[in-house]
């Protein structure tokens, strides 16, 4: 079964620097997708970036960009110039490219902005 | 774009009682629906997964016959939690797809308090 791990329950990260969140994951599937999800207190699940398996590149999106190293099964999320509005929970997530396509999500990372 | 609206966003329910949450998507048709519940400080656990005219798909340790998962339009799935037990208050979050490849999209998630 395909599992995704965080392992930084809490990080913090002053106002205007960068911070990098990790994501491990296992899968013996070699087609499938990795997402970084942002909850921010409203409890909305917002999409921040998301990563196809079958590119080599990584995403980007503004100030938000991926490490994905396939190899490795990690997908870190890093985030430049972080602002305020960035405070949330960030949540890992994988979904296969077959069967039910369902969303696997890791444990959450809390991301406190310091001003 | 996508947007998928959640009803209610907070419910009180006695013991015993039964509650229906809906979710609906706005402007797109939704073949695909998860449901969620999310512990204070933790990840989201799938439920189960519905699909437009089928039966529900319940993850393992999730009874079916507590939770009953309607999803009967394109547009509208309904999560009713049975029987409700204080042990059943949580956060309940649905998410949305048009394909199978296409991106989820979450609603903002109900309470639900069972005194």
């Known amino acids: 079964a395909q599992t995704v791990t965080q392992s930084q329950p809490e990080m913090s990260v002053q106002e205007a620097e960068t911070v990098t969140l990790s994501c491990t994951y296992d899968?013996?599937?070699?087609?499938?997708?990795l997402f970084w999800y942002k909850q921010p207190p409203s409890r909305q699940m917002i999409l921040v970036i998301r990563?196809?398996?079958?590119?080599?590149q990584n995403a980007t999106e503004n100030r938000f960009s991926v490490n994905f190293q396939k190899a490795a099964k990690s997908f870190s999320l890093k985030i430049s110039d972080s602002q305020l509005g960035d405070a949330a929970m960030y949540f890992c997530?994988?979904?296969?490219?077959?069967?039910?396509?369902?969303?696997?999500f890791g444990t959450g990372t809390r991301l406190k902005v310091l001003a | 774009g996508a947007v998928v609206s959640q009803h209610p966003s907070w419910v009180i329910c006695k013991s015993g009682t039964s509650v229906k949450i809906e979710c609906r998507s706005l402007?797109?048709?939704?073949?695909?629906m998860f449901w969620y519940r999310q512990f204070p400080k933790q990840s989201l656990m799938l439920m189960a997964t519905?699909?437009?005219?089928?039966?529900?798909?319940?993850e393992q340790g999730v009874e079916k016959d507590k939770f009953l998962i309607n999803h009967a339009s394109l547009t509208l799935s309904t999560l009713t939690v049975t029987s409700a037990h204080p042990e059943d208050s949580s956060f309940y979050i649905c998410?949305?797809?048009?394909?199978?490849?296409?991106?989820?999209?979450f609603g903002n998630g109900t309470r639900l308090t069972v005194t």
């Open positions: 998410s949305a797809r048009t394909v199978y490849n296409s991106p989820l999209h």
């Open positions: 899968t013996s599937e070699s087609d499938y997708y």
């Open positions: 990563q196809e398996a079958y590119k080599q």
């Open positions: 997530a994988y979904r296969r490219d077959s069967g039910t396509y369902k969303y696997i």
């Open positions: 402007d797109f048709q939704a073949t695909t």
């Open positions: 519905s699909n437009e005219g089928s039966k529900a798909t319940y």
